[in-house]
């Protein structure tokens, strides 16, 4: 027989067509378990319906497609494809359009203020918007967004205060006041799903989470959750450069989490007496990063010390429209919003339903 590689079997099965889907069946990721043996290949379609009238013919010109490599022995195996986890979870939160996480390779990079100050910007381009603080272990969002009201029980669910016109939940609300808490896996999941489920968020176009630095259990417990949107990658320019956020994005990469581009904050240092620009920690790092690895370049945010006296403040910078900095999260608000429609035309292409 030919000498046939999987490959060649994936190339030959980009010819075969499932008839309701009208789109072969590698591209339509139902292709699974390909084993070449001796003058043998088997494999296995995870189709969404094994019960369709037409499995039996796309069994048949796929048994023929593998055949026509010269191998005798083809054996396909049909299997259902297990429901889509994130789409049934996807009724935890069922008012929210677009989950928008906020990640960043390690802490201190300014995570949580662009977080805080990303949710600002889309709310202020009139978006209804909620900000979740998924940091259990540096929780900063309510101190960030003000912090006057406290979350209520109504009915049994959590009702989220309301801090400059956005819904916002932490984990600082729950937790027992200047105790070290320790937290395992188990523990984290069941409070991601409660956060998510228990809280009436109610209709939002965008439900931004500021998420613990790294790559820990919560970012896989959310994965795992929810039906993530995207990431955003939150980076100082030699942050990218030493491949700190390349950790986070091979994560949610690994997770199948889209990465809906990157931020560089910290960008660059304006004199705020003599208007002189310094690149302290290099410049343009982030945006050259971006480009080598495929991803948007959201824009950069200056290290200014008004941004963290405002920040300490409970007033994000971003609630000045007409600053430099309201107007710089602006414009990573509006990428930000073309890169998730981007990400919404790519999934409903790769969609199966
Ligand atoms: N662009 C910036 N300019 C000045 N200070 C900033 C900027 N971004 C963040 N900071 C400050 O840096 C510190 C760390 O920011 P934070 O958002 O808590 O980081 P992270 O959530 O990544 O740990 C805070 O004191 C914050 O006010
Ligand atoms: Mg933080």
């Known amino acids: ?57 796309l069994s048949r010109s796929t048994r023929e497609a593998v055949a026509a490599l010269g191998v005798h022995d083809v054996q396909v195996k049909i299997a259902a494809q297990p429901a889509a986890q994130p789409r049934a979870a996807a009724s935890l939160i069922p008012g929210v359009k677009h989950t928008i996480a906020v990640a960043s390779g390690k802490g201190g990079v300014g995570k949580s203020t662009v977080a ?34 406290e979350p209520r029980v109504v009915e049994g669910k959590i009702e989220p205060p309301v801090e400059y016109g956005i819904k916002i939940i932490s984990m600082a609300y729950f937790l027992p006041k200047n105790e070290a808490v320790i937290w395992r896996g188990p523990m984290l999941h069941k409070t991601i799903s409660q956060f998510l489920g228990d809280v009436r968020w109610g209709e939002l176009d965008y439900l931004v989470m500021d998420l613990p630095p790294g790559t820990g259990d919560i970012q896989l417990s959310l994965a795992q959750t929810i039906p993530l949107t995207g990431a955003v990658i939150v980076s ?15 994560m949610f990469q690994k997770l199948n989490v889209p990465i809906l581009g990157i931020i560089e904050n910290m960008s660059h240092y304006v004199c705020p007496q003599c208007g002189h620009r310094d690149d302290i920690f290099g410049h343009g790092g982030a945006r050259e990063a971006s480009a080598r690895m495929g991803f948007a370049f959201l824009g950069e945010i200056p290290l200014e010390t008004s941004i963290r006296v405002r920040s300490d403040r ?29 990400a919404g035309s790519r999934a409903a292409e790769v969609s199966i339903e």
């Not at 030699?238 to 994005?249: H, M």
């Not at 600053?323 to 890169?339: D, K, N, T």
């Open 1 to 57: 027989m030919a000498n046939v590689h999987p490959q060649d079997v994936l190339r030959a099965l980009g010819s075969v067509r499932d008839p309701s889907q009208g789109r072969d069946v590698v591209s339509l990721g139902w292709v699974r378990d390909v084993e070449v043996g001796h003058d043998r290949v088997s494999l296995t379609l995870a189709v969404p319906n094994p019960a369709s009238p037409t499995i039996e013919q």
């Open 236 to 250: 100082t320019p030699q942050d990218l450069a030493l491949t700190v956020a390349s950790k986070a994005i091979a």
């Open 314 to 342: 409970g007033e994000p910078v971003a609630l000045d429209r007409t600053s430099p900095h309201g107007q710089a999260f602006q414009a990573v608000a509006a990428a930000l919003e073309q890169q998730v429609q981007a």
């Open 116 to 149: 805080a100050n990303l949710a600002v910007a889309l709310r202020e381009a009139g978006r209804q918007v909620g900000l979740m603080d998924t940091d259990v272990y540096g929780p900063s969002v309510p101190m960030l967004m003000g912090g006057r009201a």
